[in-house]
């Protein structure tokens, strides 16, 4: 596992697209101190290597499949009803390619 | 009393006797709302609830919530109505549907009063995270204790007297840790049973739509109405809805409790102990057989860290589309990533913040193994003993906290490690999908608390009667209005 640094966390956040204050940094490294030490102790439980992950509380198995009807579910201004910057029926953003 | 601090059951006994109308109840909501003191509200739908309120004029005895003033999360969409998740990232989003459990409540002629605060996104247990600020417990006009969260505003809103429902969501005990704050019956049922369709998810694999009343009957009701498949939510159970009030008040005898010795064990409030044990002698005298049960120690200081890391993981890939480009407010930005930066900076608390690193260094693959992996790996095991006691039990009866509502200068966001199995214990019904109900089982020094119960899969049915019973036992039916009148 990767160890936790500051440069580490500054990482995984820009990966997320923010950013926070050097103090909130040092918050979430204690959070990861605990976390980590936390998750170890799992690690140790018998057996708990030997399960497959549980991803879902019961498994649920959806046969169905609607028809293939042609419908419009969202309209063009529906869609762009939130966007705050829309120009010619687009959503605006700064330009990418000069 | 008023009309309006009666329970969905008298207020519709009275609705069809006409000796009140949905105009007037939805009349008095609102102005109870508008002179809410907890922070409750997001929004308050004053126009909205008066024009549905007042084309109804012929009652329909056969449908318990026409004419019935109801809250809504602001994590539910609401079709042309703000929903915001209590962010800032979503503070004038307006959506263009209706979450399906909000459209069938409308069908059904309840009436919206207001759209409730939140810790934002729902990630939070405080009710102290939304962008309004803090929700007050309605039991404490000292404002010094929380009320819970994260559905701290439907919860303060039932509480308070100024509707008889309000709709929450559960992901960790997000209805049903509140519920024991404020006095409330909270109720989440099994996974599957009520679609989360228009439900902002957090972390699908443990997300219930779930909610507050102030009797158990009430949220029987309530379930009558909400369950049931929709084609727009592939997880809802394609299984029968039960009949859940006809035999509501059947005998209890023979059945079994499980209660959980170590969750007991790590309970320091002796009064909490007492008022719990009185809960068991009266189920004990009504034919019920009662045994301890140990559940397993490292699994249960287990819940915690597992849930973290399960329910940050999927927040953090959940919310990757609140990017401020299709929603959301622009701070500008050169390039296209430093307007979603900034928007994502500002966005967000920092909590939440600190949760999607937590959540995404759990997912990075040379860390996955060692966090994500393990932890839903922890949860199959939990699940597993959880389902083998119920294999033996029909039901699992703890406290649903440890204490009463804790002064905001006792309580944090932050981790520790100082945390008692009891505070965290209602996630098993998460984990598992079981059905989960807490009811208002006493008081101390005028606050309540309550007890919980967790029961079989899709066995709701079950768990209402035994809840009923319990409630029967102590008399704290619609306790949070009987607090009102005095």
Not at chain 2, 126 to 135: A, L, R, S, V
Request: charged content about 25%; hydrophobic content about 40%; proline content about 4%.
């Amino acid at each position: 596992m990767k160890a936790i640094t500051k440069e580490v966390l500054k990482d995984a956040a820009s990966r997320l697209m923010f950013d926070m204050s050097d103090e909130q940094y040092d918050t979430l490294e204690k959070e990861f101190e605990i976390i980590i030490k936390q998750m170890k102790l799992i690690g140790e439980i018998p057996d708990v290597d030997n399960v497959e992950p549980m991803t879902f509380p019961f498994d649920v198995t959806t046969d169905f499949l609607r028809e293939d009807e042609v419908t419009e579910p969202l309209t063009k201004s529906d869609a762009l009803k939130n966007a705050k910057d829309v120009l010619d029926g687009q959503i605006k953003l700064p330009k990418v390619v000069g | 009393m008023n009309y309006l601090d009666l329970t969905i059951k008298e207020m519709h006994e009275a609705l069809v006797k006409k000796e009140i109308t949905p105009l007037e109840l939805a009349k008095e909501a609102i102005k109870r709302a508008k002179a809410d003191t907890n922070n409750a509200f997001e929004t308050i739908l004053e126009d909205k609830a008066i024009e549905i309120a007042s084309e109804l004029t012929e009652p329909e005895e056969n449908n318990l919530f026409w004419g019935i003033p109801f809250g809504i999360k602001d994590n539910f969409s609401t079709k042309n109505i703000l929903t915001t998740g209590s962010s800032e990232i979503l503070k004038d989003y307006i959506p263009v549907f209706n979450a399906t459990v909000v459209e069938k409540l409308l069908n059904a002629h309840a009436v919206p009063i207001a759209k409730t605060c939140l810790d934002e996104l729902a990630m939070g247990g405080t009710g102290t995270t939304g962008h309004k600020g803090i929700t007050y417990n309605p039991y404490d006009p000292k404002h010094e204790r929380l009320v819970g969260g994260s559905s701290c505003g439907s919860a303060a809103m039932v509480s308070a007297g100024i509707a008889p429902f309000a709709l929450g969501s559960d992901t960790g005990d997000s209805v049903r840790k509140p519920a024991s704050f404020a006095g409330l019956v909270g109720f989440k049922p099994t996974w599957g049973r009520i679609s989360r369709f228009g439900l902002f998810p957090f972390a699908p694999s443990l997300d219930h739509v779930a909610y507050f009343t102030r009797s158990v009957e009430d949220a029987a009701f309530a379930l009558s109405l909400l369950a049931g498949r929709d084609l727009h939510d592939a997880t809802s159970s394609n299984k029968k809805v039960d009949d859940y009030i006809s035999n509501i008040n059947d005998t209890i005898k023979g059945k079994r409790i499980a209660i959980l010795k170590e969750v007991i064990d790590s309970i320091r409030d002796e009064k909490v102990l007492t008022i719990f044990n009185n809960t068991v002698e009266k189920l004990k005298e009504n034919g019920a057989i009662v045994e301890n049960v140990s559940f397993d120690l490292k699994l249960l200081e287990a819940c915690y860290p597992t849930y973290m890391v399960i329910s940050c993981a999927e927040a953090t890939s959940n919310n990757a589309n609140l990017d401020g480009i299709k929603f959301g407010p622009r701070y500008g930005g050169d390039t296209y990533q430093e307007v979603m930066c900034n928007a994502r900076t500002k966005g967000f608390c920092e909590l939440i913040r600190r949760r999607f690193i937590i959540g995404s260094f759990s997912l990075m693959r040379e860390n996955q193994e060692d966090l994500f992996l393990r932890a839903q790996k922890a949860r199959r095991l939990i699940v597993n003993r959880t389902n083998e006691i119920l294999n033996n039990y029909d039901f699992i009866y703890i406290p649903a906290a440890p204490n009463i509502a804790p002064k905001f200068t006792d309580s944090s966001d932050k981790l520790s490690t100082n945390y008692l199995i009891a505070d965290n214990i209602l996630v098993l019904g998460n984990f598992a999908g079981l059905p989960s109900i807490t009811l208002p089982i006493g008081l101390i020094e005028n606050m309540p608390i309550g007890g919980n119960l967790m029961g079989r899969k899709f066995e709701e049915k079950e768990l209402f009667k035994i809840a009923k019973n319990i409630e029967d036992g102590t008399g704290l039916y619609n306790l949070s209005s009987r607090k009102l009148v005095k």
